[in-house]
T-cell receptor
């Protein structure tokens, strides 16, 4: 039981490049989330998926897209990376209330 | 939407002393308040939570109190140990099928040996 896994752990991009962050959970949770964490700002919700087949915007969705591939997997895509997207990205999944977080992806956009 | 404020941003205590972190929330409809601990280089991990129908909850050295009237809740850690050093986040949730958590900005707790 690995919980929530994220790949890659670390990535460096140039401005304008695209990439997809992968997330998978093995807890049979319906809901999944993507957050970004910036110094002094806590975690901010980018997108979430209440159940397979549905996605909704969170607090800071601009510049991102998501795909809920199946119940286990929820990916985050940056189509044209910008330096402002330099951050640590966390995926989470939840049962009715408790959210369980992955180890994070550290993204640097030059 | 919900707004959660957390204080202090940094806190240093001597080993064995108590630590208190406070949060306030804006939406009186919020009904679920978890606390997360984040160690360096890792994802946040739930350490305790409280629901709006409970005023206090305790788990060994950790306790959380909730004052619905004043819209604030606090984390209390007693007999602190060096391994308690981490960043602590409070959060509030309005509920729904996907619990949308609004996080505070975090408190860096340092326990000095």
């Amino acid at each position: 039981n690995a919980g929530v896994t994220q790949t890659p752990k670390f990535q460096v991009l140039k401005t304008g490049q695209s990439m997809t962050l992968q997330c998978a959970q093995d807890m049979n949770h319906n809901s999944m989330y993507w957050y970004r964490q910036d110094p002094g700002m806590g975690l901010r919700l980018i997108y979430y998926s209440a159940s397979e087949g549905t996605t909704d915007k969170g607090e800071v969705p601009n510049g991102y897209n998501v795909s809920r591939l199946n119940k286990r997997e929820f990916s985050l895509r940056l189509e044209s990376a910008a330096p402002s997207q330099t951050s640590v990205y966390f995926c989470a999944s939840s049962d009715l209330e408790t959210q369980y977080f992955g180890p994070g992806t550290r993204l640097l956009v030059l | 939407g919900e707004n959660v404020e957390q204080h202090p941003s940094t806190l240093s205590v001597q080993e064995g002393d108590s630590a208190v972190i406070k949060c306030t929330y804006s939406d009186s409809a919020s009904n679920y308040f978890p606390w997360y601990k984040q160690e360096l280089g890792k994802g946040p991990q739930l350490i305790i939570d409280i629901r709006s129908n409970v005023g206090e909850k305790k788990d060994q050295r950790i306790a959380v109190t909730l004052n619905k009237t004043a819209k604030h809740f606090s984390l209390h850690i007693t007999e602190t140990q060096p391994e308690d050093s981490a960043v602590y986040f409070c959060a509030g949730s309005l509920g729904g099928s996907a619990r949308q958590l609004t996080f505070g900005s975090g408190t860096q707790l340092t326990v000095l040996p």
